[in-house]
């Protein structure tokens, strides 16, 4: 009796000390950094190495350079395990704390936070993720998703298939699949797919797979019947591992399997051992942990013990993605310091650092980037800032990703307009009046 | 000293069938309900609003659908996630579709189209009887969010099948979408919440309350006494489902304000709902309201005591609060498997001889 009456009350003064920490929000003289992250959860083998990365450049700025611009940094993590209910909760908490950006490397979560964005004037940067019609800057003020979206990098994607088959024209008649996580992120291309097979004249054949995406016999049993041609995943997390090993196991031609580029990193393709060589996905920057930049945070962040995750981690596909991701917003930060004249910048400047992001190969070198991304220009009216797509293809003996083609546009005139109607449609929903850019 | 009804005489049959028949509990009802309309909105901030109080009242009234249907009637039903997540939809159709009407119809209607449905997908309980239940109900489930999912109808045709909703008013307040002041989602939510428990608590102890008890505690014998199993099990299912569309509508309009088909899964609804009864209280209305706060309100209290209170990495505090939490529900299920609210019963018992128990 006493255990229950002990247990209970332990219990009742957690809860409560709980709940008095839900209230205190402190306000420091740092520029405060939010990182929602996945540790946890079917989606964490993704979320760990994407969350390293973009700790440990920031990590970095504080400790060689002192933050920026002479103010300290603090990044936050917030655990959402990928679930949107979480993530708004996350938002919550962290905007009352001064936050400056979110990324919260989730579909499900960007949508939530796109209304929000907009309202509590802080920037949300879903990079290479979210709402594709987001581009559109004059509809979403807030939101960016630069440097390339779902339905440019799908059309991309058709771009490379047809340099393979020898042509456009030799699309026809081709049967193409694509396997896409049943949320709102894998079904963003498939209106693009829809579209470009009505111009190609190849065969689409939508195949969903439920989240988490660990049961995909099914899926696999019609890929068996349908025999296509070329597959095309947009996958995440489990699902990923899942459909690289089912996809040896039928002995389906890996070149011929391309991930988008959520499903194209280190972790994707080790399960399925030898199998995967071969197994392609597309890319928006480079591979591989030999640049400068990595090699600094080799010496100044993992040397010194502060580091993240596992010193072997960096230079991982999703590390580099999530170390870019936290360059674009400290630049953001570092550009609105210096237009605005003041050390700390609020969310409002943060947007406008964001949006006038304009970096070059010569910039990246500064940075210790060499060919490492495409140029990047973002506009008042494209928040997509016309990045390229390059194709990597994994090499499971040495064990590491390597570019199989050149640095190539997606078909933006195809893209833009669609980008467009629908920017005006959710304009029109919500009674946005389009901000005038010209 | 504090809690005892001695002298308190009723005179009348009204005093006598009171909702509340003791004197300290209507004041304690009207003191919380003070509390939450005229304080809590002085008091709390957005963060309070947004993640702490407005999901524990949709949840709380989705747990209040689930116990009239599983509580109180016994049917055990896994398909809440579903029935949620038609009440949303409808409610996403209606507001983009007829963009005049009412958002508090709109609310109303969803649970009523939820109801239909929900009577559609209790056909089978008249056959089929406990686990074989569940599993039906679980079907239900699956296809409804299936149907959500393939057609292109009922999301407006956008691409991504994510729904969100616009800007709507109650007497020239804006209370949906993220243009509409916490407080303002906060009151409306809570205004629903009231009107409905209140209305499931006369619901539950009058006559179609009691029917559904004896169809709960046994059927055959309910039928002997005149109690048609038919008109009784639909009409569980249509009230429960009303309910638990309305706090579907709810979760779309007034809390989250953009969803799609995943948000109402299994295990991010349906199973939650149907802790939060057990962990609660089988057939008890306070404890869908106690279960509720438990299931959505002790995980981020223990996260914040790790990670703000401790200084914690929010990694290690996730993977703590699952082990606490699930510790704490084995517990609660040891040492009272009636629920939290027949834990308060106990307490308010103690209460009447405090301080001199004999």
Redesign the interface.
């Given at each position: 009796m006493y255990l229950?009456k002990f247990?209970?009350g332990a219990?009742s003064a957690?809860?409560a000390?709980?709940?008095?920490?839900?209230?205190?929000?402190m306000a420091a003289e740092t520029l405060f950094i939010p990182s929602m992250?996945y540790?946890?959860g079917p989606y964490a083998p993704n979320g760990v190495p994407f969350a390293n990365g973009y700790k440990d450049y920031f990590t970095l700025l504080n400790l060689r350079d002192g933050g920026i611009g002479g103010v300290m940094l603090e990044v936050?993590?917030?655990?959402t395990?990928y679930?949107?209910?979480v993530g708004?909760?996350c938002y919550?908490?962290l905007?009352?704390k001064g936050a400056l950006a979110f990324s919260p490397l989730s579909?499900?979560i960007t949508?939530?936070l796109?209304?929000?964005a907009?309202?509590?004037k802080i920037p949300v940067f879903s990079m290479g993720y979210g709402?594709?019609s987001a581009a559109d800057g004059r509809v979403f003020e807030y939101i960016f998703n630069f440097p390339t979206t779902y339905w440019s990098q799908a059309s991309a994607v058709i771009k490379y298939i047809g340099s393979k088959e020898g042509g456009m024209e030799n699309l026809k008649g081709k049967k193409i699949a694509h396997i896409y996580h049943?949320?709102?992120?894998g079904?963003?291309a498939?209106?693009t797919l829809e579209v470009l097979a009505e111009k190609f004249g190849y065969d689409l054949t939508l195949l969903?797979v439920d989240?988490p995406g660990q049961e995909q016999k099914s899926t696999w049993l019609q890929i068996r019947r349908l025999k296509p041609d070329w597959i095309y995943m947009s996958g995440w997390g489990v699902m990923n591992q899942v459909a690289v090993k089912e996809a040896a196991s039928i002995g389906y031609p890996m070149d011929r399997f391309v991930g988008n580029w959520w499903s194209g990193t280190e972790t994707d393709v080790t399960p399925a051992g030898a199998g995967a060589h071969g197994y392609t996905s597309t890319t928006f920057h480079a591979p591989g942990g030999n640049q400068a930049l990595h090699d600094e945070i080799r010496k100044v962040v993992y040397a010194k013990g502060e580091g993240a995750g596992k010193e072997s981690g960096v230079g991982e596909v999703l590390y580099n993605r999530g170390m870019l991701n936290a360059i674009f917003i400290s630049e953001a930060i570092r550009r609105a310091q210096e237009h605005f004249k003041t050390k700390n910048v609020t969310g409002e400047h943060v947007r406008w650092g964001l949006e006038n992001t304009d970096m070059k190969q010569e910039d990246w070198k500064k940075l210790g980037l060499v060919d490492f991304i495409g140029d990047i220009k973002v506009s008042c009216a494209d928040h997509e800032g016309g990045g390229q797509v390059r194709v990597q293809q994994w090499d499971a003996e040495a064990k590491s990703w390597n570019f199989v083609s050149e640095w190539f546009t997606p078909m933006r005139d195809i893209i833009r307009p669609m980008i467009e109607a629908?920017a005006a449609a959710?304009a029109k929903?919500?009674?946005i009046t389009p901000r005038d850019c010209t | 000293m504090f809690y005892r009804e001695t002298g308190q005489f009723k005179t009348s049959y009204a005093a006598d069938q009171a909702l509340l028949p003791i004197a300290q509990d209507r004041y304690a009802l009207l003191a919380t309900l003070v509390i939450a309309f005229l304080v809590v909105p002085l008091v709390a901030?957005?963060?309070?609003f947004?993640?702490?109080l407005i999901?524990f009242l949709v949840f709380a009234l989705a747990a209040i659908g689930l116990n009239i249907l599983t509580g109180y009637c016994g049917q055990l039903s896994l398909g809440t996630g579903g029935f949620m997540a038609v009440g949303a939809y409808s409610a996403y159709k209606m507001t983009?579709n007829l963009p005049d009407l009412n958002i508090v119809f709109v609310v109303l209607i969803s649970g009523v189209i939820t109801a239909a449905v929900g009577i559609l997908f209790g056909l089978p309980s008249l056959r089929i009887k406990g686990f074989y239940l569940a599993v039906a109900t679980l079907a239900a489930q699956f296809f409804l969010l299936w149907v959500l999912?393939k057609f292109g109808w009922f999301v407006?045709y956008s691409?991504?099948?994510?729904i969100?909703i616009?800007?709507r008013q109650v007497f020239d307040v804006t209370v949906t979408?993220?243009?509409a002041a916490p407080v303002a989602r906060y009151l409306i939510t809570l205004s629903f919440v009231t009107v409905l428990a209140l209305a499931a608590k006369n619901l539950v102890r009058g006559s179609i309350g009691r029917s559904w008890m004896a169809i709960r505690d046994m059927d055959v014998a309910a039928e002997i006494i005149g109690i048609k199993p038919l008109q009784t099990k639909l009409l569980a299912f249509a009230v429960s489902s009303f309910y638990v569309g309305v706090a579907g509508a709810m979760f779309l309009c007034f809390w989250?304000?953009?969803?799609?088909t995943?948000?109402f899964?299994l295990l991010?609804v349906s199973f939650p709902v149907l802790f939060m009864i057990i962990i609660g209280g089988l057939g008890s209305i306070l404890g869908s309201f106690l279960g509720s706060a438990f299931i959505t309100?002790?995980p981020?209290?223990?996260?914040?005591?790790f990670?703000?209170?401790l200084g914690m990495?929010?990694?290690t505090?996730?993977?703590l609060e699952?082990i606490?939490f699930g510790s704490?529900i084995i517990?609660f299920l040891i040492?009272e498997p009636h629920g939290l609210a027949r834990l308060w019963q106990i307490m308010k018992e103690k209460l009447r001889l405090w301080p001199f128990p004999y």
């Open positions: 229950k247990v209970i219990m957690a809860v000390a709980g709940a008095i920490a839900t209230t205190t929000a992250v540790r946890t936050e993590e917030c655990e395990g679930n949107t209910k708004v909760e919550e908490k905007k009352g579909t499900g949508y939530q796109i209304p929000k907009s309202v509590d709402r594709t049943n949320s709102a992120y079904k963003e498939n209106p969903a989240h629908d959710y929903e919500n009674n | 901030n957005e963060y309070w947004q993640a702490v999901p983009t999912n407006n691409p991504s099948g994510s969100a616009p800007p979408s993220a243009h989250l304000g953009t969803a799609e995943e948000a899964d991010n309100l002790v981020i209290f223990l996260t914040n005591a990670v703000g209170g990495q929010a990694v505090a996730k993977h699952i606490i704490m517990f040492v």
